[in-house]
């Protein structure tokens, strides 16, 4: 954790973040972005709950293929962390540990005082890069190689290393030693890594690879999915104020088959209901499912599932009149029905993503404004909930289709009228 004299970022948590918190207690800062390196196969990362709990932007390297919503991030990005003394953290895509592995430079008035190299440069070593996929564990070591010399090559030597794995770790290419603390100059004098040409580097690397741990093959995936945090609440009282983060699927629709259709496999879900009797009901249509006893749940008040002084999230609901009514620029519609649904009508200009393909599909919904339909404003409200929960600008259309058609929306397909003539 680091950060200024209000915010700090927090990078590659784990999963017992109490401590975490704690910490940024002491310091009375508030956590403004939790960051994460890779998705790590070693722990499994505490990150999506601790932004959740905070409200923090959640920064995942875009290529990771995740399937939370998260602040996707590139090569180059920048954020602010703390405005008062200028701290700002800039993205560096340093590949090797993983294909889409990001390190971190935090920056004072364009200097780096600090990187958080996550599993690419380590103390003497660097992170192993026979992790994802035998066949491109070469490949990936070279790219280790040239990670490291980018690293090299753009900090200032005093530049602060600050890795996520130490001496000991499996996911470590080696067990070099060096102590607990290092910069970029020590590093230049005494990481494999830059000491040896890249063939020599590569040739030893993959020959000192070491046993992995077993369970490393299912941390990987455990962190590409994350625990789902679902409202079971109605989408009226959802859109008024919920936890950020957090899914609603309406214990009164179709909960079962919409959950099922959505969730990754085998995901921890947390339930929150206004009532015992809705999640008692809830755990029984989901048992059916295959979805087990949820990991935790609370009932009552959203206000009192947030920590003290700690904002509850909320999102607009309109009508398709108010949606006709509307200037187009900067609004993107998005029709989430499925084929079949869309195939008798649809509204002119608008995207069309159904709802239980949109989770792994979010990047590909335009930029603006997203007012979001369905056919009665249901699968709008799980939707709506999605793009939420990712950061996105959205509008739930809460209203039947209809309606659309009265407002003079919707545009038939030639199908559709030859069918109507018939």
Not at 9 to 32: C, K, L, N
Not at 121 to 131: A, E, F, K, S, Y
Not at 132 to 147: G, I, N, W, Y
Request: some cysteine.
């Amino acid at each position: 954790m680091a950060g200024g004299e209000r915010t700090a970022v927090v990078v590659d948590p784990p999963r017992d973040i109490d401590g975490v918190i704690a910490a940024a207690a002491r310091r009375g800062v508030r956590i403004s972005h939790v960051v994460e390196a890779h998705v790590h196969n070693d722990y499994v990362t505490g990150g999506l709950e601790l932004a959740r709990l905070t409200g923090a932007a959640y920064l995942v390297p875009a290529g990771a293929r995740v399937s939370y919503a998260r602040v996707p991030v590139h090569d180059g990005d920048r954020h602010e962390i703390d405005a008062a003394t200028g701290l700002v953290l800039r993205a560096l895509a340093t590949p090797g540990h993983t294909p889409h592995h990001t390190s971190y430079a935090l920056e004072r008035e364009g200097s780096a005082v600090a990187v958080f190299t996550g599993g690419s440069l380590l103390i003497g070593t660097v992170g192993r890069p026979d992790l994802v996929e035998p066949r491109l564990t070469e490949d990936l070591a070279r790219a280790q190689h040239a990670s490291a010399h980018r690293l090299a090559a753009e900090l200032p030597d005093e530049t602060a290393v600050l890795p996520t794995h130490c001496f000991g770790s499996f996911c470590a290419s080696s067990q070099a030693g060096g102590g607990e603390t290092t910069t970029i100059g020590k590093e230049k004098a005494n990481n494999e890594a830059l000491v040896r040409d890249i063939d020599t580097f590569v040739a030893d690397l993959l020959a000192g690879l070491d046993d992995v741990p077993a369970y490393y093959a299912h941390l990987g995936p455990a962190n590409a999915a994350g625990e789902w945090v679902v409202d079971l609440r109605h989408r009226v009282a959802f859109a008024a104020g919920h936890v950020a983060g957090s899914f609603n699927f309406e214990a009164g629709g179709q909960l079962a088959t919409y959950l099922a259709w959505l969730i990754p496999w085998g995901r921890p879900v947390t339930l929150l209901a206004e009532s015992a009797e809705q999640l008692a009901a809830a755990q029984r249509e989901l048992v059916r499912v295959g979805i087990e006893r949820p990991a935790a749940a609370a009932t009552g008040d959203p206000a009192h599932w947030v920590p003290e002084d700690t904002a509850l999230a909320s999102l607009p609901r309109a009508t398709f009149a108010e949606l006709a009514e509307r200037p187009r620029d900067g609004v993107v519609v998005l029709d989430v029905r499925r084929a079949s649904e869309r195939s008798g009508g649809f509204v002119e200009g608008s995207v069309h993503i159904p709802v239980h393909t949109l989770r792994p599909r979010l990047d590909e919904v335009p930029a603006g404004q997203v007012w979001v339909h369905c056919a009665g404003g249901m699968r709008a409200a799980i939707a709506a909930s999605l793009l939420d929960a990712g950061g996105r600008d959205v509008v739930a259309v809460d209203d039947s289709f209809d309606a659309a058609v009265r407002a003079g929306l919707v545009v038939r397909t030639r199908e559709d009228e030859q069918e109507r003539a018939a």
